[in-house]
Structure formats: C-alpha cells, structure tokens
C-alpha cells in the first residue's frame, strides 16, 4: 500500500472515530440539557406550602453581568445580570399564591460547541392571594446555556414569551402548511 493510500485511510479512520466521539458527548449533553430545563421547568411551580425561592434555580444560571433575561412579565427591555434578575424572579415569584409550569412534549435541544439551547412549550396556571385565577395556555421558553470550563452548562440568556391571541388556531396551521391550506 502506498504512502498516501495509508495515511488517507488512517485518516479515514481517525474521522469516523472522532465522529462517533463527538455525537456520543452531544448525545450525553444533551441528555444532561434537557434534565437542566426539566429542573427550570419544575423551580418555577409553587404553592401554599412550597414558596418559590431562588434557591430551586440559581445553580442554573451564571452569577455575573453575562445573564440577560426576557420573561413573561415585563420590563420591556429586558434584565441583565444575575444579581438583577434574581431580585426580579424572587419578586416576580411572590406575587401569585400557588403556580404551575406544565411543559408541553415537544423539547427541543441542540448543541453547538459550547453553546446550547433548549425550547419548550408550557401552559401554567395558578391563583393570586385574593383567589384570581391565573391562566397562561400558550407560552414558551428558550434558554440559552453556556458550558463552562468545569463542563458545567449554565443558562446565559433566557426568553419566555406567550401566544397573542391572533390567528386562530386553523389559520395558523394553514400558515404553515407546506400547501397553504
């Protein structure tokens, strides 16, 4: 065999197990991403006798200015930074009385380097402590996860958004149905 043809089959080789490598660690982490937002998904529920606290989700998040944050409720623009973002989910969270995020199944993962996201639909429903009820049918989420030098991931940025109430439910699937209808 000749020189070229052994090293473009040791190549070969190498690329094939390299591969194998890489798609065998993406499956792990993103294994370990969709546990990460499953724990998101959870912290966020309270009651009565179980109070949301900051503690049920703050390993999840970086702690310094890299955090930004578009939720369900407001500002508009936005809140950066962990020790911001977790004054406002504490505050945010002691609103309502009882809470519940019910994720729908349909998670999404990708992973890109040291980068990944996460996307998942939730209803979430609940009361406010004058007995109100609280009704969120149609919301979703992205997180945004960095993985940090100890292999950790860490949510970077997140965005919660819900459905505005246009088009119905049969337009839009005619919307994006591959002929129209």
């Not at 996201?117 to 209803?123: A, D, F």
């Amino acid at each position: 065999m000749t020189h070229f043809l052994k090293t473009t089959a040791l190549a070969s080789l190498l690329a094939l197990s390299t591969a194998g490598t890489v798609l065998a660690q993406d499956t792990a982490d993103e294994a370990e991403l969709r546990d990460l937002t499953s724990t998101w998904v959870a912290g966020w529920s309270t009651s009565p006798d179980e109070p949301f606290s900051i503690d049920q989700i703050a390993d999840l998040y970086v702690k310094d200015e890299r955090l930004f944050s578009y939720d369900f409720g407001r500002p508009h623009n936005g809140v950066e930074g962990w020790e911001a973002a977790s004054r406002y989910y504490e505050g945010f969270m002691a609103l309502p009385a009882e809470w519940t995020l019910v994720p729908a199944d349909d998670m999404r993962v990708t992973v890109r380097g040291d980068i990944a996201w996460t996307t998942v639909s939730l209803s979430g429903s609940g009361t406010m402590p004058n007995g109100d009820p609280i009704a969120f049918p149609e919301a979703r989420v992205t997180l945004i996860f960095e993985q940090q030098d100890d292999g950790d991931w860490l949510i970077i940025h997140e965005h919660g958004s819900s459905a505005v109430p246009f088009p119905d439910l049969e337009t839009t699937q005619s919307l994006i149905s591959d002929d129209g209808q």
